[in-house]
């Protein structure tokens, strides 16, 4: 026809074929049913008369093509315009839904800076913090209120309760604090300049008066006018010495109320702490800490436990002299032990030094004349260390734990004659910070190099112990020294042996193997010091191989299966930086 030509079709079918591919096959069948209905139209055609069919057998073939083009046409445009409202609609929806989107994005990335400020954040989280938090706790808690009545109950349970205090008395048991003064000369400060200060401290809490004034004056003058320096090098003992100023605060101070509130708050909930456990206790390296120091000798070792004994019973006289003061009781008022009372009557027997005027004015008070002549057994201790003589049973202390023995005495004698309130005061956080402390003041480590061992060693089988010269000698005579102090002072002058730099298990192993050598079997641990990046990696493999040794093994089952390890951040720190090096230690 004139109007349905050829290329119209083709234009047609291109406007359909420019949808999504799934439509071009919905499109197509759509037209190959619209072709069958034509034809079926066409095959059914009612028979005309003959006068039609006489017109139509000249005209008849171009009109059935106009009118099969005309349908298709028709039915192919009614189609597209279909479609075309149909997804007109969509891509408008979807072309502004971008543009929405779009422009939302820019708006918030623009502003979200001034939202997320500092300002905007205490504006809108501190209402939050102050109101709506708080309600929703109590929400929370009359939600689940319920609940905690049934947990404390269960709680409460006897079962359940001795279970939770059995627990707790283990861990507190168990609980074993210990602060360390390690060796570092360069920091040290004199005691004079310490005291003073302290002095002035002191001064400054008093309440604000002329006399107040006058002393702060004098003592800040004082202070002004001492040299902090010392004109030549000092010594490990001086460095000793700098260290005790704080241990002896610490013991008049700090410990015997740390203590005392530690135990107290344990019992408010039905939980006794004995007052000879130690959940605090001291350590110092200064004076056995010989690892690149060639001052610290075996001599300077044994000098330094005798002079931290020296601080600890001169702080302890002082003590004993508050105890002495307090304990007044008479028996003629109160009764006593017949333990105590043999134990008094031994000593004046054995402690002529005792002068007899106390003898006199105390006879009826046995707990200040135990306290008198614990005070002379101390004095006598002290003595005899510096010294350096054998101990004499009943005239001075063999041990921390014999002290400990007649104050416990003391303690038990007044518990049976209703003497409660005295027992639990200030002889027990004299106990407390006795078991704290020791007569030493505080445990020392010894530290050595790992090479220094196995030189040691090698020379030993080179040249046999009685040759020994230098530095392997005085690395043997470490543990000798070690061995005549535990004799001397006890099991808790020294426990651990630290060996620093150690790459491999030998490493500690030839440390026992010098102790063994010495006389020491099982007397102190050995704790490996794993101090660079590699040792630390290789820390599980090292302590496997120790541990796996049937000899150390058993040496470990020796003393309570516990091995001491320690983690070096100083010369990791120097090799890989800050944050390996905290990476690696944990």
């Given amino acids: 026809c004139g109007f349905c030509t050829p290329g119209m079709l083709l234009a047609t079918h291109a406007l359909l074929a420019s949808e999504d591919a799934d439509d071009d096959d919905a499109v197509m069948d759509q037209l190959a049913v619209s072709d069958e209905q034509e034809d079926l139209t066409i095959d059914h055609q009612p028979e005309s008369t003959t006068a039609t069919k006489a017109a139509s057998s000249v005209s ?4 059935a093509m106009k009118g099969l083009f005309g349908q298709l046409l028709e039915s192919m445009t009614e189609r597209t315009e279909k479609r075309i409202a149909d997804l007109l609609p969509q891509a408008i929806e979807k072309e502004l839904t971008t543009g929405i989107h779009s422009a939302v994005k820019h708006e918030l990335d623009g502003q979200l800076g001034e939202i997320l400020s500092q300002e905007q954040l205490t504006t809108i989280v501190h209402p939050l913090l102050v109101q709506e938090l708080p309600s929703l706790i109590r929400q929370e808690m009359a939600a ?5 009545r049934q947990a404390v109950s269960d709680i409460a349970n006897p079962a359940i309760k001795d279970v939770i205090d059995q627990s707790v008395r283990e861990l507190a048991g168990a609980m074993a604090v210990r602060p360390v003064f390690t060796a570092h000369p360069t920091e040290a400060a004199r005691r004079s300049v310490l005291s003073k200060m302290n002095s002035i401290a002191t001064l400054l809490d008093q309440n604000p008066s002329a006399k107040r004034d006058r002393k702060l004056s004098e003592m800040i003058d004082l202070l002004w006018e001492t040299d902090e320096l010392r004109l030549g090098q000092p010594e490990p003992l001086d460095e000793a010495v700098n260290a005790l100023f704080y241990l002896d605060d610490l013991f ?10 530690f135990a107290h708050e344990l019992k ?9 456990s130690r959940p605090l206790s001291f350590g110092t390296w200064i004076g056995g800490d010989r690892d690149g120091n060639p001052n610290i000798t ?11 004994t020296g601080h600890f019973i001169r702080a302890m006289l002082a003590m004993l002299d508050e105890l002495r003061l307090a304990l007044s009781v008479s028996t003629r008022i109160a009764g006593v032990e017949k333990e105590l009372v043999d134990s008094v009557n031994k000593d004046l027997e054995l402690l002529p030094e005792i002068e007899e005027r106390f003898r006199r004015i105390n006879a009826e008070e046995p707990y200040r004349l135990k306290a008198t002549a614990i005070r002379h057994r101390l004095i006598l201790t002290q003595r005899r260390h510096a010294a350096s003589a054998k101990h004499v049973p009943g005239r001075d202390y063999d041990s921390t734990s014999e002290l400990i023995a007649d104050l416990l005495m003391m303690q038990r004698s007044l518990l049976a004659n209703k003497g409660e309130l005295i027992a639990h005061g200030l002889l027990e956080r ?16 010894i530290r050595e190099h790992s090479q220094a061992h196995h030189a040691a060693l090698a020379e030993i089988e080179k040249v046999g112990l009685d040759k020994l010269t230098g530095v392997p000698a005085k ?8 061995r005549e102090l535990i004799e001397t002072f006890g099991p808790e002058v020294i426990e651990t042996y630290i ?3 150690t790459k491999s298990h030998e490493d500690v192993l030839a440390a026992v193997k010098l102790a063994e050598l010495a006389g020491l079997n099982g007397q102190i641990g050995y704790a490996p010091l794993l101090e660079t990046v590699a040792e630390l990696q290789a820390a599980d493999s090292i302590l496997d191989a120790l541990l796996s040794t049937p000899s150390y093994r058993a040496l470990v089952k020796k003393r309570g299966e516990v091995q001491e390890v320690m983690l070096g951040y100083s010369d990791s720190n120097k090799d890989a930086g800050i944050a390996t090096s905290q990476w690696e230690i944990h």
Avoid: W, Y
Wanted: no cysteine; proline share 6%.
């Fill in 298 to 308: 075996p001599e300077v070792t044994k000098e330094a436990i005798v002079l931290q």
């Fill in 252 to 261: 008049a101070l700090t410990i015997p109320e740390v203590l005392d509130d």
């Fill in 60 to 63: 008849g073939p171009e009109e």
């Fill in 499 to 501: 060996i620093s730099m």
């Fill in 475 to 482: 690395t043997f005579n470490t543990f000798v020294a070690i």
């Fill in 144 to 148: 689940n209120e319920a609940l905690i």
């Fill in 430 to 445: 004299i106990i407390r910070t006795v078991s704290s402390f020791g007569l030493t003041h505080a445990t020392m480590d």
């Fill in 268 to 276: 408010r909930i039905g939980i006794q702490v004995s007052p000879t």
